[in-house]
C-alpha cells in the first residue's frame, strides 16, 4: 500500500532520480517509477527486493545494509524514508537531495500512552518535534503527528515533507 503522504505529495516533487529508503517490497518504488522517475530502491533484504525486482525498468534494486549504506550527495529529487527510522541517515538525506529536491518521511512516533508505541523498541521511535528539527535546513511544507492504524497496529505516526531550498 503506498501511504496517504505519498499519493498526497507526488504532484508537488519534481521527476527525476528518486530513493526509496527501506523499501521493503516496493510499492512505493513501483508507484514512483510508474509517474516518471527513475528508483534508486534500497533494503537489506533481498527477498523482499525479489518481490518486485525486474517489475520495472526504471527501478533499480539495491541490498544494502543502512547502517553502513551511504547516500551520493545531490544526487536525488525525491527522497522517500516510509516506517523505517535510521537517525545516521538524517544529514545525509539533506545532502543527497539536490536544490529543489522534496522528502517524505513518515514513521513511527513514541506516545505516552504504551498502547501507542506499536511494540518498537524506543530506539526506532521518533520524540515528538524531532523531525522538524532534524531537517530545518529544508523548506517544511507540512509536519503532522497523528494517531494511526499501521497495519491494524495502533500508532502514533510523524509525517514530514520537506523541499531543498
Same mark, same amino acid.
Given at each position: 500500500?503506498?501511504?496517504?503522504?505519498?499519493?498526497?505529495?507526488? =504532484? %508537488?516533487?519534481? *521527476?527525476?532520480?528518486? /530513493? =526509496?529508503?527501506? !523499501?521493503?517490497?516496493?510499492? *512505493?518504488? /513501483?508507484? /514512483?517509477?510508474? %509517474?516518471?522517475?527513475?528508483?534508486?530502491?534500497?533494503?537489506?533484504?533481498? *527477498?523482499?527486493?525479489? &518481490?518486485? $525486482?525486474?517489475?520495472?525498468?526504471?527501478?533499480?534494486?539495491? !541490498?544494502?545494509?543502512?547502517?553502513?549504506?551511504?547516500?551520493?550527495?545531490?544526487?536525488?529529487?525525491?527522497?522517500?524514508?516510509? %516506517?523505517?527510522?535510521?537517525?545516521?541517515?538524517?544529514?545525509?538525506?539533506?545532502?543527497?537531495?539536490?536544490?529543489?529536491?522534496?522528502?517524505?518521511?513518515?514513521?513511527?512516533?513514541?506516545?505516552?500512552?504504551?498502547?501507542?508505541?506499536?511494540?518498537?523498541?524506543?530506539?526506532?521511535?521518533? =520524540?515528538?518535534?524531532?523531525?522538524?528539527? &532534524?531537517?530545518?535546513?529544508?523548506?517544511? /511544507?507540512?509536519?503532522?503527528?497523528?494517531? $494511526?492504524?499501521?497495519?491494524?497496529?495502533?500508532? %502514533?505516526?510523524? $509525517?514530514?515533507?520537506?523541499?531543498?531550498?
Amino acid at each position: 500500500m503506498v501511504p496517504r503522504i505519498v499519493r498526497d505529495y507526488i =504532484d %508537488r516533487a519534481p *521527476v527525476g532520480r528518486a /530513493l =526509496d529508503i527501506a !523499501c521493503g517490497t516496493g510499492a *512505493v518504488s /513501483l508507484f /514512483l517509477a510508474e %509517474r516518471g522517475y527513475t528508483v534508486d530502491a534500497v533494503d537489506i533484504s533481498d *527477498v523482499a527486493l525479489a &518481490a518486485f $525486482s525486474g517489475r520495472h525498468a526504471a527501478i533499480q534494486a539495491v !541490498c544494502a545494509d543502512l547502517d553502513t549504506f551511504h547516500l551520493a550527495v545531490n544526487r536525488y529529487r525525491l527522497i522517500t524514508n516510509i %516506517r523505517y527510522l535510521n537517525r545516521r541517515l538524517f544529514p545525509q538525506i539533506i545532502a543527497a537531495l539536490q536544490p529543489g529536491g522534496m522528502l517524505l518521511f513518515e514513521t513511527f512516533l513514541k506516545s505516552r500512552k504504551k498502547e501507542l508505541d506499536g511494540g518498537f523498541k524506543k530506539e526506532y521511535l521518533l =520524540d515528538e518535534k524531532e523531525l522538524p528539527g &532534524a531537517f530545518a535546513p529544508l523548506d517544511i /511544507l507540512y509536519y503532522e503527528e497523528s494517531d $494511526s492504524e499501521c497495519d491494524q497496529t495502533p500508532a %502514533r505516526i510523524a $509525517s514530514l515533507v520537506g523541499v531543498k531550498p
